[in-house]
Every structure is written in structure tokens, then in C-alpha cells.
């Protein structure tokens, strides 16, 4: 599959007008980074999808038509974008927790952890019974069966995934779940009437595509706030809702949190949520990332909010999928790849052009796609989704919701063919991607970050706003 088979396989899923392709260029093949899979189009495919639907939502609003570029190796940059950012010159803080990985099991197994998170991190050292240190957790994971250890952990309520080979992920009913389930979904869910975004200080013909649009953004870490960040580099006035009791992990509130406004809210008190629904009566999207079914106990269930604003898009971001025995499953990008046969088949591949693996094992080190792909991805297609159903709103009227997961974005990845030595392909530094970053002052210091991948020639993707602390502004819009 090459990237512009996959975009054009994302539009038409979409019901996307075919003549607007005519509109689009896209360069570069894969392997862009080391891979078995084909991560390079499904960078491409996704953000140069999304950048398409951003200028035809303008087309719409203005009757101007644009050319749409991507290419993927910028896209590839976009991909990694937290990888690349720097604040005054020197990287950010480490991601990712010493106990956060893989480690072989009792039985020969490999399971991966995720502890960026004292509270996570707490919690597996409760089940393990071990102290804080990486050696010591490796050697009480040596005590166990890996899937009972999985299981252990899940029901405890943590982040964690046994890796799984293709075969053995496909006959899981989680798997049969997701695979019973479209890439993503954009469902009318209400009657409202015809709308169009409200208008911006912009003369018309020159205001970027989603000038007016008013998002809710209740996502952290990676996929959820990548789609607001992209709704947000094409105009929207982003504002970014966090409980203030929330972890979070500061390099990617600085990569995500461009374009954005920052407030708090603690759900858990019923005088904030009262002050989120009144927010969301003036909103126009509503994207979330919580699992499903915890924000509409607290009422704001889809069908809720489109009762409180008809005519509202929610967008609503899942690990394993809203079907299935582990819809309400804790997960990660890193742990959905191990669970569903991703880093089992790049372990493989690389224990094959390597020097074997020990113990008849298939593989001896545990290798994870060179990126967080199924984050970065699900992020752009919920933009897309996001702004295919306000084009949808602006032509026939309706409220919608727009719902996808990292499982259902893995899978599509696992449908589109190996590269048998994509493996072999060069690493990529932020050296050699001068031209992918950006800089602006924030109140973090000089950020230095990747700038938008996709090209669109009359309203160029920008970030208006720089990052900011969390909580830095009131829960209100700006008139």
C-alpha cells in the first residue's frame, strides 16, 4: 500500500468528496525510519487526510480551493515530534520511567509495563512486592506466568501488556472485537440545524479553515491531544480541560499544548461540571480521551452533550475500542503494540537479520515500532473525523460523534503489508531535520519543535499560541 492508497482509502471511508484528491500531492515512500511496518504511510495517509479536510472545510466556508502537500518524511518528523523538542536549547526532562519497558517473564514470555505515572507505578509495585528499582522488578517478574501476570495487573486496575504473537492476538475476543469494528466511526447522533462555523475577525476569503470553531480539549498525553493541537494549527480556539489532581508528563503538554489555552477542572465536584456543560454549550467540538463510559457517568455521554448543544462534533479516543471484553481497559500506545502482535512481529524481524535469539525463543530483546505511531496517528484521524462531521454540520445539519481507538489504528497499520528489510532503513536525528522544527518564546523558555507536516497553500498550518503551564488560563471562552 503506498501513502496516497491509504489517504485515499481514509477519504472515501469517510464519504469525502473524490474530486478534492485532484487537490492533493504526496511524496516519499517507505521505509522513512526503522520498521517492518509501514509506518511512513500511515503518517502521511493520516495527517495529509487530515490537512485535506481542513481545506475543504475553508473551500466550503470561502468557495477558494487550495493545493494540500505532505510528504512523508516531514510526516514521519510529525511522528516523532516529541522526540525532537527542545526548550532553550537542551531536551526536556526523560518520558519515560526506568520501570517503564519490557521484561521477560517466568515462563519465557515478554510483558511490558507502563509507570510513567506515581500512581501506576505504585500499583505494580503492589503486585510485584518489590522495591522501586528496575533490577528488582526484573527479578519478581521472573517469578511469574506472563499472562497471569497480565491479568493481575489488569485487574488491579494498571498499565501493562503481555506481548502477543499476531496469531495468538487474532484469536483474543478483543481482537475479534476491534476487528468487527470500522478504522473509525463518524455516527449523526442528533437533529440540529445547518450551521457554519461563527464568523472571525478574518475577511472571510482570507480566515483560516477552522477560524470560529470552539474546541474542548479533555485529553493528556499523546493521541487526543494531537488532535487538538492540529484542529488548533488550522485555526480552532483550542482550550485544553484538565483535572488538577491529573498526572501528566511535561515534555508533551509543551509539544501538544501549542496552539492552546489551558484550565482546570476537577470533575469529581459537581459545581465543575456544571461549569463544563456550560462550556460546552458554546463549544462546537468536544474531544476526549477518557476510557468509555467514565465521563458519561458524570453526564456527558454523547447523546447528553448533543442535548445540551445540538449540533455539537464529539470525538471520542479509546486504547482498545468501545466493543469487547477490554473496552474499559487501561492502555497506551506502546502497551496496544505489544498486546495486539506489533512488537512481537519487529522483535522477530530483527532477532532474524540479527544473531538469532537465545533459549529457542523467537526473539531475545523486545523491539516496539520506532515511534509512537498508533498515538500520533489516532490523533490526526480524529482531527480529520473531527472536521469531516463539521463539514457535515455546515451542509445538512446534525450533531456527531466521531469515535476511534489506538487498536483499530494498529490494525489498519497490520493490514498494509510488511517491509522485509525495513529494519535496515537509517535512524533519524533532529539534525537532520532542520527544516521540520520551529521555534517560539513560551513561558517554558525558547521551544524548539516540529512544525506542521502538512503544506496547504492559502492557509498555511501555524501555531498562533504557545504552549502554557497547565491551568495558566480561566475555564471561559474569549469573546
Known sequence: ???????????????????ALDWLDMAGADPGLPSIFRVGTLAAASIGAA??????????????????????RRALAAFRSERYLSVDGKPPTELRHPVTGHFPTGDGRWIQLHANFPHHLAGILRVLQCADDRDAVARAILGWEGAALDDALAQAGLCAALVRAPREWAAHEQAKAVASLPLFEIERIGDAPAEAPRAGPAVATTARPLEGVRVLDLTRIIAGPVAGRTLGQHGADVLLINGPHLPNIAPLVIDNGRSKRSATLDLRD?????????LARDADVFVQGYRPGTLAARGFAPAALAQVRPGIVCVSISAYGHRGPWRERRGFDSLVQSASGIVWAESAAAARHGNGAAGGQPFATARPLPCQALDHATGYLAAFGAMVALARRMREGGSWHVRLSLAQTGRWLQTMGMLEDGQQAPEVRAADLADCLEEMDSPFGRVRAVAPAERLELTPAFHARPPVPIGRDAPVWND
Open 270 to 278: 459537581a459545581a465543575a461540571c456544571e461549569q463544563l456543560r456550560a
Open 1 to 19: 500500500m503506498t501513502p496516497r492508497d491509504a489517504l485515499e482509502h481514509l477519504w472515501m471511508l469517510a464519504g469525502c468528496d473524490p474530486s
Open 51 to 72: 490537512g485535506l479536510a481542513a481545506a475543504q472545510l475553508h473551500a466550503l466556508r470561502t468557495g477558494r480551493q487550495q493545493r494540500v502537500a505532505i510528504d512523508v
